[in-house]
């Protein structure tokens, strides 16, 4: 390097090497609150591939559940007159097809379900108008060991399990799912057909064995 090369480097301030703020960096923005019109409720059941919850709902769309609550309110009503109906579970929610449309829709995917046989209807149809109900009260009003039966209805998801008894030896509680609703064309047990008064007095006679329940962990 020549004298005068090096009185030039000299003269030249040093590169800094401290890193240097990124002026591309996004500063942080506060989430913005979010929106949940029935329009969009509609579009989040249909390609929802299973029951959403209200909480699942409300996380998605940031807001409150009273905002969830109003949008379910609102869509049950615009939909009730179409072949799309919403069937709304307690804390679950998801689009089914229109009980009116129902034998349509059986001719349609009817090969494809199985049929059920007369000792699954009974226990089923026990569940259904007992829920939650218990083994015990299942195998007391048929009177025979139902214990394959409610496994068959479980492995099919037309039943499930709701909880705990507090009874004594705390017994498995049974109820129905959306399956159930999905596969008989209802929209919620509320749309059970009346029973006759003979079989009432069978499925409920005056004895509960279910206790309260206890949530399952």
Request: overall charge negative.
């Amino acid at each position: 390097m020549t004298p005068e090369e090096a009185q030039t480097a000299m003269a030249e301030p040093a590169a800094d090497d401290t890193a240097q703020p990124d002026d591309t960096a996004q500063p942080d923005v506060p989430e913005t609150p979010g929106e949940l019109t029935e329009i969009q409720l509609e579009a989040l059941l249909f390609v929802a591939e299973r029951p959403l919850t209200r909480t699942e709902i409300s996380s998605l769309a940031r807001v409150d559940r009273e905002t969830v609550d109003a949008r379910i309110g609102d869509l049950a009503v615009s939909l009730a007159g179409r072949g799309i109906r919403l069937i709304d579970s307690v804390e679950r929610v998801e689009l089914a097809t229109a009980p009116e449309a129902g034998a349509l829709i059986a001719r349609y995917v009817g090969a494809d379900a199985p049929r059920l046989s007369t000792p699954s209807l009974e226990a089923l149809a026990i569940v259904a108008y007992r829920q939650p109900c218990t083994r015990a009260t299942i195998e007391r009003i048929r009177g025979v060991d139902s214990d394959y039966t409610i496994r068959t209805l479980l492995h099919r998801r037309l039943i499930v399990e709701l909880g705990r008894s507090d009874a004594p030896g705390r017994p498995i509680l049974y109820g129905t799912g959306f399956d159930f609703l999905e596969r008989f064309g209802l929209t919620s047990v509320d749309d059970l057909p009346p029973l006759e008064a003979e079989i009432v007095g069978r499925l409920f006679d005056g004895k509960d064995d279910t206790a309260t329940p206890e949530a399952t962990q």
